[in-house]
């Protein structure tokens, strides 16, 4: 039997903003904005290596010219241009 709290899933900006919150001075949470921008380098990187992965998933089901294209671009998008 599942409860609400099991179906529950955070929006993005929420755990920025809870990893972003997650240090404390004297006790009480502030904003890191060094926390911040750490969080939204690893969801840059994350969103682009899914990508990569998915045309490289494509890549496997079309054609050999368009799947040489879909790799080569996978790559592009991974190393971030």
Request: hydrophobic content about 35%; aromatic content about 10%.
């Amino acid at each position: 039997m599942t409860t609400p709290a099991d179906d529950y899933t955070p929006t993005t900006e929420q755990v920025r903003n809870r990893h972003a919150y997650s240090r404390k001075m004297n006790g009480v949470p502030f904003h890191d904005e060094e926390f911040a921008a750490r969080f939204d380098r690893w969801l840059d990187t994350t969103i682009r290596q899914a990508k990569a992965e998915a045309l490289r998933e494509a890549a496997a089901e079309v054609y050999p010219r368009a799947a040489t294209w879909l790799r080569a671009r996978a790559s592009r998008i991974e190393a971030g241009e």
